[in-house]
T-cell receptor
Framework: QQQVKQSPQSLIVQKGGISIINCAYENTAFDYFPWYQQFPGKGPALLIAIRPDVSEKKEGRFTISFNKSAKQFSLHIMDSQPGDSATYFCAAREDSSYKLIFGSGTRLLVRP | GAGVSQSPRYKVAKRGQDVALRCDPISGHVSLFWYQQALGQGPEFLTYFQNEAQLDKSGLPSDRFFAERPEGSVSTLKIQRTQQEDSAVYLC?????????????FGDGTRLSIL
């Protein structure tokens, strides 16, 4: 059973556009929600993370929006650039747990 | 080193052979994790070490999988009698402290192909 559902599977955006990736979860014990960026042949790199006590967190062009009641969170990439082309994973972790539960990933292509 | 280092980067083995994958975490990092990433999927947790103690091995798919970290730094993931379904990228991650809220830093993985 997939604990973190991610959509879309793939996304094509024009340079300068906004990329939006969504994730949903059921486990209310999750209390930490990171986003990872992965380039081909590389390991996932932490991009930005949020906890349920805030509804939005922004770092540069990257913003996480969090809706606790809907159990959904999303990543927005503003002014998307070709260098942002990568696979993005949302993840979640329970309180008092070490293991990250990952979504299935979104392959983003930003066209010049 | 500056980041988590894994070796080899690529490993090809015949079905039934044993393999050993190495992880050098970031110096001083207490916590170490192994994940398995199938093609086109997100990483899946395998096991967790705090220093030399293996505190969670709930994600290991079978008793053919074994991990160790005898001196609390370098870790080895061993797979015995490999099967085709073991083909995946094996990722190692480390974090500085033992607290739950520490970010995990990933290596670039070992791509294992079982023929």
């Amino acid at each position: 059973q997939q604990q973190v559902k991610q959509s879309p599977q793939s996304l094509i955006v024009q340079k300068g556009g906004i990329s939006i990736i969504n994730c949903a979860y059921e486990n209310t014990a999750f209390d930490y929600f990171p986003w990872y960026q992965q380039f081909p042949g590389k390991g996932p790199a932490l991009l930005i993370a949020i906890r349920p006590d805030v509804s939005e967190k922004k770092e540069g062009r990257f913003t996480i929006s969090f809706n606790k009641s809907a159990k959904q969170f999303s990543l927005h990439i503003m002014d998307s650039q070709p260098g942002d082309s990568a696979t993005y994973f949302c993840a979640a972790r329970e309180d008092s747990s070490y293991k990250l539960i990952f979504g299935s990933g979104t392959r983003l292509l930003v066209r010049p | 080193g500056a980041g988590v280092s894994q070796s080899p980067r690529y490993k090809v083995a015949k079905r039934g052979q044993d393999v050993a994958l190495r992880c050098d975490p970031i110096s001083g990092h207490v916590s170490l994790f192994w994940y398995q990433q199938a093609l086109g999927q997100g990483p899946e947790f395998l096991t967790y070490f705090q220093n030399e103690a293996q505190l969670d091995k709930s994600g290991l798919p079978s008793d053919r999988f074994f991990a160790e970290r005898p001196e609390g730094s370098v870790s080895t993931l061993k797979i015995q009698r490999t099967q085709q379904e073991d083909s995946a990228v094996y990722l190692c991650a480390s974090s500085l402290r033992r607290q739950f809220n520490q970010p995990q830093h990933f290596g670039d993985g070992t791509r294992l192909s079982i023929l």
